[in-house]
């Protein structure tokens, strides 16, 4: 069975301060990970993907990706009121595209003025 | 360009009334999902469709069908709501391949009294 965990929170960060966030998946062979945003009351957005180990960066977003740990963490930097939100990890297999993504339950990330 | 359309917004039921929420996509994707989020558990699959003229059970498929009706749209049925359906529901879709991340639709929130 997949599992995707991570820690619910509230996780409190300062505004300006590194926010990380932590995801740990179960399948090994997991071969594809995102991240989504949600504010309260609205749908998920994509905010990172990542694929292979390293990290990938995108504005004030850094991804980071260990297969041999089976674990993906977003880096949030200069965080920003605007951030509090919850954040989703999502993991897919390789050729189960079809079977949609499994969802961790969410970090609440709050930013503090 | 509307991409994932979910209709109605809101809905309150009543133990054993019916009722259908439809999913309307214009991506030109071919896998489209439905999805119900409640407190504390997260994200949970409740039916998917790979293809036109394919769906199959998630993780949590229960007290749900689903059709297929063409390549844009999804719909979900519940035959006779409990106030356990209570939740909210998201349409997603997916190019299909094991890459690609979902894109969501703005969610229906059920009440179920």
């Known amino acids: 069975q997949k599992e995707v965990e991570q820690n619910s929170g509230p996780l409190s960060v300062p505004e300006g301060a590194i926010a990380s966030l932590n995801c740990t998946y179960s399948?090994?062979?997991?071969?594809?990970f995102f991240w989504y945003r949600q504010y309260s009351g609205k749908s998920p957005e994509l905010i990172m993907s990542?694929?292979?180990?390293g990290d990938k960066e995108d504005g004030r977003f850094t991804a980071q990706l260990n297969k041999a740990s089976q674990y993906v963490s977003l880096l949030i930097r200069d965080s920003q009121p605007s951030d509090s939100a919850t954040y989703l990890c999502?993991?897919?297999?390789?050729?189960?595209?079809?079977?949609?993504?499994?969802f961790g339950k969410g970090t609440h990330l709050i930013i503090q003025p | 360009n509307a991409g994932v359309t979910q209709t109605p917004k809101f809905q309150v039921l009543k133990t054993g009334q019916s009722m259908t929420l439809q999913c309307a996509q214009d991506?030109?994707?071919?896998?489209m999902y439905w999805y119900r989020q409640d407190p504390g558990m997260g994200l949970r699959l409740i039916y998917y469709?790979?293809?036109?003229?394919?769906?199959d059970k998630g993780e949590v498929p229960n007290g749900y069908n689903v059709s297929r009706l063409n390549k844009r749209e999804f719909s979900l049925r519940l035959e006779s709501a409990a106030p356990s359906q209570t939740s909210v529901y998201f349409c997603?879709?997916?190019?299909?391949?094991?890459?690609?991340?979902?894109?969501f639709g703005n969610g229906t929130r059920l009440t179920v009294t």
């Open positions: 469709s790979a293809s036109e003229g394919t769906t």
């Open positions: 990542i694929y292979s180990n």
């Open positions: 399948d090994r062979g997991s071969q594809s």
């Open positions: 999502a993991v897919n297999l390789p050729g189960g595209g079809a079977d949609g993504l499994t």
């Open positions: 997603a879709t997916t190019t299909g391949t094991g890459s690609s991340p979902l894109h």
């Open positions: 991506m030109n994707h071919n896998s």
